[in-house]
């Protein structure tokens, strides 16, 4: 239904954002496995806390026997999903309106980022190929499948992005930028570096008014859940701290040491090995370096027109790179700006004669034979959704088995204690207790476990298996008699109820 | 005389449709009504009906099958029944006035493409057509009436998007039109079509020099989306099961044979619909297997119908909407491409009669002005007043069930549904005798529906026949091997016949074509409860009875004790067979049973293959 005097071409290209985000919605509704939430741990935290919240529990881990304040996870997250869950406060029937609100995140994404991408005045065709084929690529569906932060926390940044990355932001679009900026960090900490991006690309482009209003208003959007997290840091015991305490308080554990490893980029080892084929040693490292080099000079290229972005990501990145957290999502959420600045960078060296024509197409040579073939395959098989598909398989058992074999009030040490609370009632508290140490961590020992354990009341152990963290403990228990079994399947997960010493 | 302006045009319209139903509120719960609205808690209570806004539509145990999801309209009944105490004569009147509305409606979406008088027409039309009678005069028909009040509204709130020029009211209207999709799609599932309905309107009705409102539809696109997510995790599952009895049993091409004959039905009850009947299923709509004339002229006047809507769009608008509003509305329960829960149903053409209420507007707008406007309009008022007559004529039959049971099997004795639904009262009455006679008729009227031949058999075996047991079971069990009721019912009779041996066959070979259904294994508990099988085999039967029903550390309890029984018992019968069952059980508990039952079966010298 073109309008008068407008030509389909135009209209299309007018219309572009809505139908990519109409169709990334599609996508995404139809990319949502069949598995339990919880599954990933992290989206069983947030779920957790949003049925806190919608019960009026406050902002605590309630699915933990000790309840500790929620200072781990920012705030943003589950507070929309609670407002959801008050909607329809049926669990896990409701966890279909979770799946509509993370599939309009992503679909809300996609439209800010194909807005943003006009800006940088690459071809119409490069928003239609690579827009698609970034949100369509197979890990955002996984991560779109799955109850986490990252499809609100990019919705976030890329309509940041949208208002701070123009020529003369207004204050309205600074403020809206900062606001936007802060609720992105409410979302996911590592939105400090969107943030930062927006705030040094203005003041170096000596927009310094609105870096400055940016910042402001950013800061009171923060300052609750600062103050909060502030206030109840100590509310952690330390047995919990290094997947519930503050980020502060596990970047402490971690040490200078930790972090500066990250130098070695090893986070990004996973995305690489997903986007090239495998080859030689000698060869990898050049194709690495070709396909990074074309996403840098990319960035490079596009600094003048795009110059919050590109701050925002480098700061991003180089953050994930510190990040003592080896979690290659992080980078995979920011994948549609990475494929545009490739592209950026591609399509520049394309245009400076016949050495960029033959780096360009080995580098698009190497992705094609790496990375297609594994989308292609994720597609055609939904070998998105098996991930999270595989790791509920275990739990399919010990669900019913906790609920069948324990009473209402046990409290069980578990692996992905959220789950087991969410689709049990029964009081948790993980069966692994670790602290860190640089970027890895040390077991807590058994007599130190099993006091805490003891102390907070723990009547049952469970794990999922032989190759659970948990499962050496378990056996350690089990020789020693302090655990009686309840459910055992060969190779399998296992529920067992705790003899604590008097 | 007062001037005909779109609102009193459509105030007409509206009353006429009252005066037409004003003998609907003597009606009283007829056939669906009584359990979705008089024995439904849910419908009886706002707060009741809130608790269940995700539930599906019909009642737990009473066609929650149905795979429908409409909670506008469970939400409607309980606020009738709230206020009047559940006096039916109230949702009745309800019904009526919501058909007034949307007629006052179908004016107004009119008045786009014809004068006023001729919008009026084309609302008298639709207030009077008389194959609106079973939404308007049956209360669950609220379904119908409540859908389509919302996409007529969201067409009028769209149109009102597209021309103002207002931001805010841009906002406004725009909201409207949203909050109009989503009371449509939250009262009956065909809503979908919404995007489709106001597409088709700025395509006839374009503002011009305006843009069509792109953005909003893409928004409504994705709201349906967002709906179908919602009803798929609540109603979704059903959906194979809900399929019309008349085309289970049918391929893709002899569903199309058997339906194109039905479009010549829909055709005729759209322009002379004096001949009505509550339900089509067979053999008032007879299956077919193979292409015949009849179906060839169905599929080329389905093919003319869809070309004329697409060849007046310029010179008859009115007449294209019609048709292809009426036309995206009637697709989803077409059984073209999907199949639905019905092969027709009067009710689903609630809003296909917008095609023959704007051709008639169309006729009376082009008649007005020539020579033969007299003779026209004499035609025109004839029909209408034939179509209204037979409105108020038809109303009546929906005053109860027995009611309209009785006068269906009169009026339609070839009608399978109708005769099954009469035994059924039948049996509740206590007239078992008279109940099974009228199974069996159905049963010979239309021997594809195992739920027929099910249900004779287990009367049959109350009232002790039976042979005839014997036979309905076995057809019941032969027309849908390995279901659960049909095998749960030839188990049954063979124990009352003492045929042991062939019911633990049948029980196992349902189990085998489906070994994770828990109602087969219900049964197969049960038979070797009643045969007092060996405790090897109960325990196992037992296992996996629990492992199905999401108990796995019981089942593994079971396992054990099985794998313990199993090493002291001498009665091996049978031994084979469950240990090939039991393989997808044992692969996942990984309990001893296996190992056991493999000793045992070299112990015993067996061979039981690898099967």
Avoid at chain 1, 60 to 87: D, E, F, K, Q
């Amino acid at each position: 239904m073109p309008a008068a005097g407008v030509s389909w071409r135009e209209q299309l290209w007018r219309r572009w954002p809505q139908l990519l985000a109409l169709g990334v919605f599609g996508v995404a509704l139809w990319a949502q496995p069949d598995a339990l939430v919880g599954a990933f741990f992290d989206d069983g935290i947030y779920v957790t806390l949003a049925k806190a919240l919608a019960e009026g529990q406050g902002y605590y881990n309630i699915h933990l026997a000790t309840a500790p304040p929620g200072v781990h996870y920012p705030v943003a997250y589950p507070v929309v999903l609670s407002l959801v869950w008050r909607v329809w406060p049926a669990f896990p029937a409701n966890v279909v309106l979770f799946q509509l609100l993370d599939s309009a995140a992503l679909a809300l994404a996609a439209w800010a980022v194909a807005v943003h991408a006009r800006r940088w005045q690459l071809p119409r065709a490069v928003s239609y190929a690579a827009l698609p084929a970034a949100f369509l690529a197979f890990p955002l569906l996984t991560i779109v499948g799955v109850r986490l932060s990252e499809p609100m926390f990019l919705a976030l940044i890329a309509l940041a992005l949208v208002a701070a990355d123009r020529d003369e932001p207004s204050d309205t679009e600074a403020i809206t930028a900062g606001v936007l900026a802060g609720l992105a960090i409410l979302t996911r900490t590592l939105g400090m570096t969107v943030l930062g991006g927006i705030v040094l690309a203005l003041w170096l482009r000596k927009r310094r008014r609105a870096a400055v209003l940016a910042g402001a208003f950013a800061l009171p959007v923060l300052l609750p859940w600062l103050v909060w997290a502030r206030a109840n840091a100590g509310g952690v015991e330390m047995e919990l701290a290094a997947n519930y305490g503050t980020y502060l308080s596990e970047l402490a554990q971690a040490g200078v040491g930790g972090m500066a490893a990250g130098g070695g980029l090893a986070v990004f080892g996973p995305v690489v090995h997903l986007l090239l084929p495998a080859m030689p040693g000698p060869l990898w490292y050049p194709a690495v370096a070709l396909v990074a080099g074309l996403i840098v000079w990319g960035g490079i290229r596009m600094a003048r027109r795009v110059s919050v972005c590109v701050a925002s990501l480098g700061l991003y990145l180089f953050a994930v790179a510190l990040w003592p957290y080896a979690s290659d999502r992080f980078v995979w959420i920011v994948l549609p700006w990475l494929l545009l600045f490739g592209v950026a960078g591609a399509l520049d060296l394309w245009r400076r004669g016949r050495v960029g024509v033959v780096a360009v197409a080995l580098a698009a040579t190497l992705v094609a034979a790496g990375y297609l073939p594994r989308e292609v395959t994720s597609l055609s098989t939904r070998g998105f959704a098996l991930t999270a598909e595989r790791m509920s398989v275990p739990f399919r058992l010990l669900v019913p088995s906790i609920l069948q074999e324990t009473p209402d009030d046990a409290i069980v040490a578990v692996a992905d204690e959220a789950l087991v609370y969410l689709y049990t009632g029964r009081r948790t508290l993980p069966n692994y207790l670790f602290r860190r140490r640089g970027r890895n961590w040390d077991r807590l020992s058994s007599a130190e476990t099993v006091a805490y354990w003891c102390g907070a009341g723990v009547t049952h152990v469970a794990h999922t298996g032989p190759a659970a963290d948990a499962a050496a403990l378990v056996r350690e228990l089990n020789a020693a008699a302090m655990l009686q079994p309840q459910f055992a399947v060969e190779a399998g997960p296992e529920l067992h109820r705790l003899e604590c010493p008097d | 005389m007062p001037r005909l302006t779109p609102p009193r045009a459509a105030l007409v319209a509206g009353l006429l449709a009252l005066v037409v139903y004003a003998n609907a509120p003597r009606n009283r719960w007829a056939l669906d009504d009584v359990p979705v609205i008089w024995q439904n808690p849910v419908a009886h209570s706002v707060p009741a009906a809130w608790a269940a806004r995700f539930s599906p539509y019909w009642p737990p145990g009473q066609g929650h099958q149905a795979g429908l999801y409409r909670p506008a309209v469970i939400m409607s009944f309980a606020v009738d029944w709230t206020l009047f105490r559940g006096e039916p004569r109230w949702f009745h009147l309800h019904n009526v006035l919501l058909h007034a509305i949307a007629a006052a409606l179908v004016v107004l979406v009119a008045v786009a493409w014809l004068p006023v008088y001729a919008a009026l027409g084309a609302g008298v039309v639709f207030a009077v057509h008389p194959v609106h009678v079973e939404a308007v005069a049956n209360v669950v028909g609220r379904a119908e009436l409540l859908a389509a009040i919302g996409l007529l509204v969201a067409v009028l709130a769209f149109r009102k998007y597209r021309r103002t020029d207002s931001r805010r009211a841009r906002a406004g209207w725009g909201a409207a039109t949203l909050a109009a999709v989503a009371l449509a799609l939250l009262s009956k599932e065909h809503a979908v079509v919404a995007v489709v309905l106001l597409a088709l309107d700025a395509w006839l009705a374009p503002v011009p020099g305006r843009r069509p409102g792109f953005g909003l539809l893409l928004l409504i696109a994705s709201v349906t989306l967002a709906w179908y997510a919602i009803w798929q995790a609540i109603a979704g599952p059903y959906v194979e099961l809900a399929t019309a009895p008349g085309l289970r049993h049918l391929s893709g091409g002899q569903r199309l044979a058997t339906m194109l004959p039905v479009y010549l039905e829909v055709l005729r009850l759209l322009t002379w619909p004096l001949r009505l009947a509550y339900d089509y299923s067979p053999q008032v709509v007879v299956p077919r297997t193979g292409l015949t004339a009849v179906a060839l002229l169905g599929g080329m006047a389905a093919g003319a119908v869809v070309a004329l809507g697409l060849l007046s769009r310029r010179r008859a608008p009115a007449v294209a909407f019609g048709i292809l509003a009426g036309l995206a509305t009637y697709a989803p329960i077409s059984n073209l491409l999907l199949v639905s829960g019905t092969i027709l149903g009067e009710r689903t053409l609630y809003l296909f009669v917008l095609a023959p209420a704007l051709t008639v507007g169309w006729i009376l707008a082009r008649a007005w002005e020539g020579r033969w406007r007299r003779i026209v309009l004499v035609g025109l008022g004839a029909l209408l007043a034939v179509y209204g007559a037979r409105s108020f004529t038809r109303t009546p039959f929906w005053q109860d069930s027995r009611n309209a049971l009785i006068e269906s099997v009169v009026a339609h004795p070839e009608n399978y549904r109708a005769r099954q639904e009469l035994a059924r009262q039948r049996e509740l009455s206590g007239d078992r005798r008279g109940a099974l006679a009228d199974y069996l008729v159905a049963g010979a009227l239309f021997e594809h529906d195992p739920s027929v031949a099910t249900t004779s058999a287990a009367l049959a075996l109350v009232i002790g026949q039976e042979r005839i047991a014997l036979r309905e079971a076995r057809r019941a069990y032969t027309l849908d091997p390995g279901r659960p009721a049909p095998t749960a019912q030839l188990v049954a009779v063979y124990r009352a016949l003492g045929w042991n041996d062939s019911a633990l066959a049948v029980a196992r070979a349902a189990l085998d074509g489906r070994p994770r259904n828990v109602s087969l294994a219900a049964t197969h508990l049960e038979l070797h409860h009643a045969l007092a099988s060996p405790e090897w085999q109960r325990v196992l039967a037992r296992a996996r009875f629990e492992w199905l029903s999401g108990r796995p550390a019981a089942a593994t309890r079971a396992f054990d004790r099985a794998a313990a029984a199993l090493e002291q018992a001498e009665q091996l019968d049978g031994l084979c067979w469950e240990v090939r069952a039991a393989r997808p059980m044992a692969t996942t508990l990984r309990t001893e049973w296996e190992r056991v039952a493999q000793g045992v079966i070299r112990r015993a010298g067996m061979a039981c293959g690898s099967g």
